[in-house]
């Protein structure tokens, strides 16, 4: 039992930190206070997290064929944890967070990171259902945290309204696939489809996909992204976009390596839906000025290059995935640190808010500007490999014109993201003050731009363990 | 040392003297142009040596430059034709030499002056020994090159600005023309060496419309660089220069490159028949056409310019009719007679400040006794009086025309002789008899404004005068080195007809009866035949329209062309790919208008696109 | 030297050396504050010293009739996915390494006077640098692209902060079209990877492989033209001549100068290596868009009032001329273009720097507006007048034995698109004695009496880059002898 609790030791490192935070701030401590006990827990778990990575501890803590415990789920964890220490070393200065639910951030976000580790080792669908929801409730409360009612309430109200409409068709498409099989575990799940592909199941699978393409923002679940990136308090959007997005990444995986065996017919809207969210995001992301709704946009494109590795389902393309989700935390980080440090005063910092920021903070520049590059996909950024990954697992499947658009969609973002550098790079700051970091912000920031630019140079490591991982998934 | 040897420090000396000139002592005036004229004495005294020693073989030095075909060897040539014409060159650049120290006394560019001097000393050398033809095109261009900047020396002078880059498109033209030539005849042969190309053997193995139309673009070169028609309108704008490089380049020399250019390659020239005729008709229109140009010209330094253009046409007649030693005879004595009038132009020019002729004239110019003797003898062996040089040559020529083409053509060869023989006479007496009476007229533009006379003038004009009266030497005797030059040029000259000589001579008189009529006698009007002629006076003096139609036409059409390619790249290319741009922004900002939607559309949208995906996946 | 010490000085890994001091020098100068210009602009230059030496040091070791790669270094990078961090040098190779080298070090001493943002502006350039080194020495399809992509992007900032004349356009647009081109190459280059077997990365590998031919010619025009608009290929050459306008000197000097060339290389490299039956399938209609670059540069040139874009469209000129001598397919095309990348690149460098100083001084590049400029400023003048000669194919300069050389194939090859090029010399002489005459001669403009002569200092570059051109144009040999024995086997290979 011991044995087990350790490979249960990332949750439960981050599960303690929640009650933790949850005693301090009903005993009446500070947002100082909870925000330390999160930070100690998050660490703890991603400690954790990397220990099990480098010593591999694998096995079923709880009821066989429940919730496994590998490499695969690990390197989610790790993730995960590395996102929450991230996105909690930015919530110095909750700016954006109303007074009153300063000191309950930190507990939302250690739940959400809770609902989503559980997700990425549940291996039954009602604990795949539950944790889900977990994750979601969490940020649905956390997104309602905005300072000011009433925008901050209508992207609440957005996420939850959508989110319950993803929920149900969850449920829906769960319900299905257990009357298909007649089983919740994924075992069985995968055991049918190898036998073949009843209608039903295959339904009951693609509404599981939809929750899981509302949570990453896919085309035509994306809606709710730029209402929700542009209303809701910075650091939650940071995490929403870093962290959650992860965790969504993960359990896609997990969901395409079950297809992964007969894929045909899902392949197709797999292409269809990475070109069109693509297109999408990257055509409407070159209208933004507002540094936030832009990188919402900037996320739904992601997504669509996301589904191009998907809809390989290879073991290359599921560890592209993993790989390119990993990077991708670290650089759309990189992004809200900007958005963090430049939004201190409560605002959204618009493009227009970036001018001579390399005069104002050289380091917060160049954290810009590793982003940006991050996210076009120039190297030595991660995002260069991880395109790279990602696209050679869709040509590996000879298809050529896919990648020829979503090349072509790299060089329509190209515009975008640079008018951000330009921005920050171009524009004389016209009597606009330096910008300090605060140290929360520089650790992340460091961190995330270590990150990114050692993925890009030196992605061997991260990659093998993509690797490991997607094997992983597909043996089973 | 051995004659390789000799011959490179000969070509290597103007080269460093160039580099010291131009690069160490820019600001030594006297150590720079002391630096050239020694190495131009250099030069002189090695291809003298070279001369005496006779022809001989030398050996390939290095491969310079390799390609598919074959393997080009940068090698010295030195037989005779090279040794006479290398001697001439050396001979006339060294006088020039001495002559500019007096001539271009206290010009502020005189250091870069004289090592432009030595740059084209080097090429021209260089190009004479070259034993391998891309060797000999490469210094071609580089005294293109020197020939270029030259002419435009006083490029303060928008004038001379304008006459260089005249001067180097239109030989640039033809010299597109020889590297076409060149290119196909090395694919042809796969060698560029000299003397194989001057094999009929290897000549016979190229098809013979392939061989004329190889010949046809090398004549494109001459045609260019000896300024013929019709690219011949560079040269009278050359006189833009200084007066001394008149005379070596654009006249002595580089202009008659294009012809030793034909007379190394002339078996490949004469191997297809009509190749031949068309030279000999481009070579005769062109000196007839020049000739009276220079029938009305004032400008003296002009009027030399055409006699160099219908000379070099003379010389190329010649050759064309299959006399190698007519050609390169007169080549000789051209360079000699011609330096020596533009040396006495110069000292004209020098000393009264104007080029015109009638101002001259009137100034006094024939008390200018040396010169003065210089430019007659100068101008009789032009006219091809006995015993000048020009008398010889210019009958060799002729006697090789009647040989071989029926007497239409000869007759119009003689009538040339008689327009040049008037026309230099007319220069003659304009200068020495001068007509106070005739009618003023505004003096024509100055070149040589470029200093005040002051102390040196006097000690300058001597260092003008020993060139001078060492050319009016030579082109009093040259003409006796007519079976020497044959000699050299492996071939026999031709006998001398003594009908042929006579009528040479007849002719020649009769232009200068003409002249001295018009010009020369007491109290005459000083007013030439064509000028009663209004007509044909406004047709000579406007150069045929030449000039015009090119400025009219070829100019305008070419920048036709472009604007229209500019318009292209503005209008089409760049505005497309900006229209694109825009494009692609408005269709961003259509796409993020759609979020603008009410939450249940999205969701219905969102279950609707889901039913659809179901469907297609149940169907499949 | 003995063979003990010959051993020794192999396993100094001298083109990681190369790419990769840069790199350090880039550390320093992110590592030093701002304030300490003259301190950035010192490790820059000397960093760009350093590289010259080595490439001398890789040019005297190298050894032409040795293996085809040499100074081959191979670290296994990702080895799951087969890419190999695989460096080595073939005569081309050298050479471009060489180029790069020169113009980097001349292009830091022609920026020893700039004063605004000095740090960013150097650390820029050497990331674009860096990119540079490393497409040359790249042996692996991967790090190829991977340098490859990172010499572009910093050609965005460099243009749009320090450049001139409608610099954010400029930028914004000379980034697109090279990225355009990298979404064509994306697909290709993957493909290649994966039709090949999928397990090597490696060039030498991957042109042992026998592509399928009707792979070949569907793929080449991928590779061609996705690395063609780097090289300023018409119709995609939009961007080069309003780039190299907004550029400022320095950056000029190496987009013109080193960066269009990484396209030609490209299409050599992956293009012809890899898929020779392609390339000779699309000979002919490359070989015509080629000879549109060549006449129809230079009569735009005719038509332009500022220096650059003079300048500009001469380039695309004469990358013509590379272009077409790389569909010729043959030695004497291939030797030429690669001897254009080269000779081209010194004579625009030169070109850029010597208009940079006059419009550091005037803050005006049109044409007509100037006048004497050649008594002004004789030295100054006179660099613009040798590359301009340069510029017209005149001997004794580098670049006529690599037109004569491209000439000489084209002819054969392509008799009438031949004798078009060779005309077209009439155009470049055309519009480059225009800008002669307006600029350099005619009287002296009162309105330039101000100009002041160039210094020793400055002057250093600029004599380094005439010299080399010198030096090429009198002993064409010493870059022939070294690239023969590569492009041989470019076109015997299959």
Not at chain 1, 138 to 150: D, G, K, P, Q, T
Not at chain 1, 304 to 322: D, I, N, P, R
Not at chain 3, 344 to 360: N, W
């Amino acid at each position: 039992m011991q044995h087990d609790l350790l490979l249960f030791l990332p949750e439960l490192a981050v599960l303690l930190g929640a009650l933790l935070v949850f005693v301090l701030s009903t005993g009446g401590c500070g947002a100082r206070a909870t925000r330390y006990a999160a930070l100690a827990g998050a660490l703890l778990a991603l400690a954790a997290a990397l220990f099990s990575l480098r010593y591999g501890p694998t096995g079923e803590p709880f009821w066989p064929g429940i919730y496994r415990v590998d490499l695969f789920s690990q390197l989610l964890k790790a993730g995960l944890a590395l996102g929450l220490v991230l996105t909690l070393l930015l919530t110095g200065e909750l700016a954006t967070v109303r007074p009153g639910g300063r000191i309950d951030l930190p507990f939302f976000l250690l739940l959400a990171t809770v609902g989503m580790m559980l997700l990425a080792s549940a291996t039954e669908l009602l604990t795949l259902y539950v944790a889900l929801e977990l994750s979601a409730y969490s940020l649905y409360a956390a997104v309602a945290l905005h300072r000011e009612e009433a925008p901050g309430d209508e992207s609440g109200v957005r996420y939850v309204l959508m989110g319950a409409a993803a929920s149900a068709v969850t449920l829906y498409g769960l319900s299905l696939v257990f009357g298909a099989v007649g089983s919740t575990y994924l075992a069985d799940v995968t055991a049918a489809l190898a036998g073949g592909r009843p209608l039903i199941l295959v339904v009951g699978l693609l509404l599981l996909l939809a929750a899981l393409f509302f949570k990453l923002a896919v085309f035509p679940f994306h809606f709710w992204a730029p209402d929700v990136y542009q209303g809701a308090p910075h650091q939650v959007v940071a995490f929403v976009a870093t962290a959650s997005k992860l965790g969504a990444v993960g359990v896609l995986a997990r969901v395409c390596a079950m297809l992964a065996a007969s894929p045909s017919g899902l392949i197709e809207i797999f292409l269809v839906l990475a070109v069109v969210s693509m297109t999408l995001g990257n055509l409407a992301a070159l209208a933004q000025t507002d540094l936030k709704r832009l990188l919402a946009y900037s996320a739904i494109a992601h997504a669509g290059y996301l589904l191009v590795g998907y809809g390989a389902f290879s073991a290359l393309g599921l560890a592209a995935v993993l790989f390119y989700g990993v990077v991708y935390l670290a650089t759309a980080l990189l992004g809200f640190v900007v958005v963090c440090a430049l939004g201190r005063d409560g605002s959204n910092p618009g493009l227009d808010a970036l001018a001579g920021l390399h005069q104002r903070s050289p380091a917060l520049a160049l954290m810009l500007l590793t982003a940006m590059f991050g996210l076009a996909g120039i190297p030595p950024a991660g995002g260069f490999v991880g395109k790279w990954f990602l696209f050679a697992a869709a040509l590996q499947r000879g298809q050529f014109e896919l990648v020829l658009i979503a090349a072509a969609n790299t060089t329509l973002a190209l515009y975008y993201y640079l008018r951000v550098v330009k921005a920050a790079y171009l524009a004389p700051a016209e009597g606009r003050g330096p910008v300090l970091l605060s140290g929360g912000e520089r650790v992340a920031g460091s961190l995330a731009l270590v990150l990114v630019l050692a993925a890009g140079i030196y992605p061997a490591p991260l990659f093998a363990l993509a690797q490991r991982a997607a094997q992983l998934l597909l043996a089973r | 040392m051995s004659s390789t040897a000799i011959a490179l420090l000969l070509t290597l000396a103007p080269l460093a003297a160039f580099v010291l000139a131009l690069v160490v002592f820019p600001r030594q005036r006297r150590v720079a142009s002391a630096t050239v004229v020694g190495a131009g004495a250099l030069s002189l005294g090695g291809a003298l040596w070279l001369l005496r020693a006779g022809p001989m073989d030398a050996p390939q030095l290095w491969p310079w430059f390799g390609a598919e075909r074959g393997t080009m060897a940068f090698g010295l040539l030195l037989d005779g034709p090279n040794l006479l014409f290398g001697a001439v060159v050396a001979l006339v650049a060294l006088a020039v030499m001495v002559y500019s120290l007096g001539y271009m006394a206290g010009d502020r560019g005189w250091s870069r002056y004289f090592a432009l001097l030595a740059l084209f000393a080097w090429s021209m050398l260089s190009f004479v020994y070259a034993a391998n033809l891309l060797q000999m095109f490469i210094f071609w261009e580089l005294v293109g090159l020197a020939s270029f900047l030259l002419i435009g020396f006083w490029y303060e002078k928008p004038a001379a600005a304008a006459a260089a880059r005249k001067a180097f498109i239109m030989t640039r033209i033809g010299d597109v023309g020889l590297m076409i030539g060149m290119i196909l005849l090395f694919n042809a042969t796969g060698t560029l060496d000299v003397r194989e190309l001057s094999s009929p053997q290897l000549l016979g193995q190229i098809p013979q419309a392939r061989l004329a139309l190889i010949a046809l673009l090398f004549f494109a070169g001459v045609v260019g660089k000896s300024a013929q028609f019709p690219l011949h309108t560079w040269l009278p704008d050359a006189m833009e220069g200084p007066t001394p490089v008149s005379a070596l380049l654009h006249s002595a020399t580089m202009v008659a490159a294009g012809v030793y250019l034909f007379a190394r390659f002339h078996p490949l020239f004469l191997a297809v028949h009509y190749v031949g005729q068309i030279v000999l008709g481009v070579a005769l229109g062109t000196a007839l056409l020049a000739a009276t140009m220079a029938l009305v010209e004032r400008d003296i330094k002009r009027v030399l310019a055409y006699s160099s253009i219908s000379q070099l046409g003379f010389m190329l007649v010649g050759l064309a009719v299959g006399s190698l030693h007519a050609g390169l005879f007169h080549l000789v004595t051209h360079a000699f007679f011609k330096a020596l009038l533009f040396l006495c132009a110069g000292a004209y020019i020098h000393h009264y400040g104007s080029n015109d002729l009638v101002v001259l004239g009137r100034a006094g110019g024939r008390t200018q006794r040396w010169t003065t003797l210089g430019l007659i003898v100068g101008a009789g062996a032009l006219a091809g009086l006995p015993p000048l040089a020009g008398f010889f040559s210019k009958e060799a020529v002729l006697a090789a025309l009647a040989e071989h083409q029926p007497l239409p053509v000869v007759a119009l060869a003689y009538l040339c002789s008689f327009l040049t023989a008037y026309y230099s006479f007319r220069m003659v007496f304009l200068i020495v008899r001068p007509n106070p009476g005739s009618a003023a007229v505004a003096p024509a533009a100055a070149e040589h404004d470029h200093h005040a006379p002051s102390a040196t003038h006097a000690g300058g004009e001597r260092a003008m005068l020993g060139p001078i009266i060492v050319l009016t030497a030579l082109a009093a005797v040259a003409g006796l080195g007519g079976a020497y030059i044959g000699r050299m040029a492996g071939v026999t000259p031709e006998h001398p007809h003594t009908l042929g000589m006579a009528l040479a001579i007849a002719v020649a008189l009769a232009g200068v009866g003409l002249a001295w009529l018009e010009f020369g006698r007491r109290g005459a009007a000083q007013l030439g035949f064509v000028a009663r002629v209004p007509a044909l006076q406004t047709l000579f003096e406007r150069r045929w329209y030449i000039d015009a139609f090119y400025a009219a036409v070829v100019g305008r059409l070419l920048d036709g062309v472009s604007r229209l390619c500019a318009r292209v790249e503005a209008r089409g290319l760049d505005a497309s790919v900006d229209g694109m741009a825009r494009g692609t922004v408005a269709g961003g900002r259509a796409a993020s208008d759609v979020q603008g939607g009410r939450l249940q559309v999205y969701i219905g949208a969102s279950v609707l696109l889901l039913a659809v995906a179901c469907y297609l996946v149940g169907a499949l | 030297m003995n063979d003990e010490e010959a051993m020794v000085m192999d396993r100094v890994p001298l083109l990681s050396a190369i790419v990769l001091s840069p790199l350090l020098a880039l550390l320093v100068v992110v590592a030093l504050p701002g304030r300490c210009a003259r301190a950035i602009k010192i490790v820059s230059t000397l960093s760009g010293l350093l590289t010259v030496a080595l490439a001398l040091l890789l040019w005297v070791r190298f050894d032409p009739t040795g293996p085809r790669y040499q100074f081959v270094e191979r670290v296994a990078w990702i080895p799951s996915f087969g890419v190999s961090y695989h460096l080595g040098v073939d005569g081309i190779g050298v050479l471009m390494t060489l180029l790069n080298a020169i113009v980097f070090f001349t292009g830091c001493l022609s920026m020893s006077t700039l004063q605004e943002r000095v740090k960013e502006y150097f650390a820029f350039m050497l990331m674009l640098v860096i990119g540079v080194f490393g497409v040359f020495a790249s042996l692996d399809l991967f790090f190829f692209f991977f340098f490859y992509e990172v010499a572009l992007l910093p050609m965005y900032p460099l243009i749009a902060i320090w450049g001139s004349t409608r610099k954010e356009y400029a930028a914004m647009k000379l980034t697109l079209f090279l990225l355009a081109g990298s979404a064509l190459l994306f697909p290709a280059l993957l493909s290649l990877y994966w039709t090949a077997g999928g397990t090597t990365w490696s060039l030498p590998e991957l042109a042992a492989f026998a592509f399928p031919e009707r792979y070949q010619l569907v793929l080449y025009p991928f590779i061609y033209v996705g690395f063609g608009v780097l090289a300023g290929m018409f119709p995609f050459h939009g961007w080069s001549p309003t780039g190299h306008v907004a550029a400022p000197t320095a950056v000029s000097m190496l987009h013109a100068g080193v960066l269009m060339k990484l396209g030609a290389f490209g299409i050599l490299r992956v293009g012809i290596e890899l898929l020779p039956l392609g390339a000779r399938y699309w000979a002919g209609p490359f070989a015509v868009l080629a000879t549109v670059n060549i006449v129809y540069g230079a009569l735009v040139a005719l038509q332009q009032r500022d220096f650059k874009f003079v300048i500009g469209f001469s380039s695309v000129s004469h990358m013509g001329i590379v272009l077409l001598g790389l569909n010729l397919l043959t030695p004497d095309g291939l030797n030429g273009a690669v001897l254009q990348m080269f000779a081209h690149g010194v004579m625009t460098a030169l070109f850029f720097s010597a208009v940079g100083f006059i419009y550091d001084q005037a803050h005006c590049r049109d044409i007509d507006a100037f006048g004497g400029l050649a008594r002004q400023v004789p030295i100054a003048s006179a660099f613009f007048i040798v590359a301009g000669l340069c510029g017209m194919g005149v001997p004794g300069f580098a670049s006529f034995w690599a037109e004569l050389l491209v000439f000489i194939g084209a002819v054969q090859r392509f008799p009438a698109l031949g004798v078009l090029a060779i005309v077209a010399l009439i155009v470049s002489a055309l519009f480059m004695l225009r800008v002669f005459r307006q600029a350099f001669f005619g009287p002296a403009n009162p309105r330039w009496a101000a100009l002041r002569e160039i210094t020793p200092w400055l002057a250093t570059p600029r004599v380094l880059l005439v010299a080399v051109l010198l030096v090429f144009g009198f002993f064409p040999g010493l870059a022939l002898d070294l690239i023969r024995g590569s492009t041989a086997v470019l076109v015997g290979s299959r």
